[in-house]
């Protein structure tokens, strides 16, 4: 047994980075080695045993991690520069997640949002083209972000295609901003009679429109010289008064701004792009946005079948 000194201090050393075993006994401090040890290691924490505790350098914590961040703008940078075939871009893919032990799927949507901001459309065509044929991201955005780029590339008849397809397997799920796309697509290429189609859907199966299609279907109604059609039109869907927005998660009512009656129609497209989006912030009030069963529909198609 080592007995203990009044004035000694508790030393403990790493040992292996892990273990904290060995311990060593200081005097009282009278002789010149002691105190220059004392010195030393005055700078040290002091631990609950009354004795300096060293502090190393841990490596499992200053080890670089890649992130989605980081890992997204590669892959945006991998496929940037490649050409339009479509074998090469997705060989450059396939050899990206090699190595993963599952799809990244987050990383994947981080480039395409990157994409996206930088206009690149075909690159996102390709791009998710891609993880639909891997049966990944199979969700409403993807679709959305797909039948967006395909309409912004000028390739009319695929986004029509996907926009069939989906609205045959989603026909009482369908959400609302598709049909908003669809109709500031047809819009902006004057083609009124499909565009006039999209908005009978929209109230056969009883999905109220929002602001900026009520103004763009008018608008048709003006230049058409159907005037009836329009008052009715305005009748039936006047300007909400409140809106819901989401800020900092919080949902909040907020009074919306009269609208002019000269505004140029084509702001409403532009607005439609800026605010179409599957997470979309605004919505209706409920007593302004149920829509009547019983009235007479505006605008009916008739088949010939």
């Not at 703008?73 to 050409?83: F, N, P, Q, R, T």
């Not at 901001?117 to 891609?130: A, G, L, M, N, S």
């Not at 140029?264 to 605010?275: F, L, M, R, S």
Request: hydrophobic letters at 35%; one cysteine or more; a neutral charge.
């Amino acid at each position: 047994m080592i007995s203990r000194q009044p004035n000694c201090v508790l030393h403990c050393l790493e040992v292996k980075e892990v273990d904290f075993i060995s311990f060593a006994l200081f005097g009282s401090g009278k002789n010149s080695d002691t105190r220059e040890l004392r010195a030393k290691w005055e700078f040290r924490v002091v631990c609950g045993a009354k004795g300096p505790r060293p502090r190393y350098p841990r490596v499992w914590k200053t080890r670089n991690r890649i992130g989605t961040i980081s890992k997204s703008a590669k892959l945006v940078d991998c496929i940037k520069e490649l050409s339009n075939v479509k074998e090469e871009v997705y060989g450059a893919l396939d050899s990206f997640i090699a190595w993963e032990l599952e799809f990244p799927l987050i990383t994947v949507k981080k480039a395409l949002k990157t994409l996206e901001d930088q206009r690149e459309w075909k690159r996102i065509i390709q791009v998710t083209k891609w993880m639909l044929s891997k049966g990944q991201g199979k969700t409403m955005g993807s679709y959305f972000t797909l039948l967006n780029a395909l309409a912004e590339d000028g390739r009319l008849d695929e986004a029509e295609e996907l926009w069939i397809k989906l609205f045959s397997e989603n026909l009482e799920s369908m959400p609302r901003v598709f049909f908003d796309k669809m109709v500031s697509i047809y819009y902006r290429r004057d083609m009124h009679d499909k565009m006039f189609e999209i908005f009978a859907d929209m109230e056969e199966l009883g999905i109220r429109p929002n602001t900026s299609i009520v103004k763009m279907v008018g608008d048709v109604f003006q230049k058409l010289g159907m005037l009836d059609k329009y008052e009715k039109l305005r009748k039936k869907y006047p300007p909400p008064k409140w809106e819901y927005r989401y800020i900092k998660g919080k949902r909040v009512r907020i009074r919306t701004k009269p609208s002019c009656e000269s505004d140029d129609p084509g702001e409403a497209v532009n607005e439609t792009d800026e605010k179409t989006d599957l997470n979309s912030n605004e919505m209706y009030d409920d007593t302004d946005g149920s829509v009547d069963a019983a009235e007479e529909p505006i605008y009916e198609v008739h088949n010939s079948s």
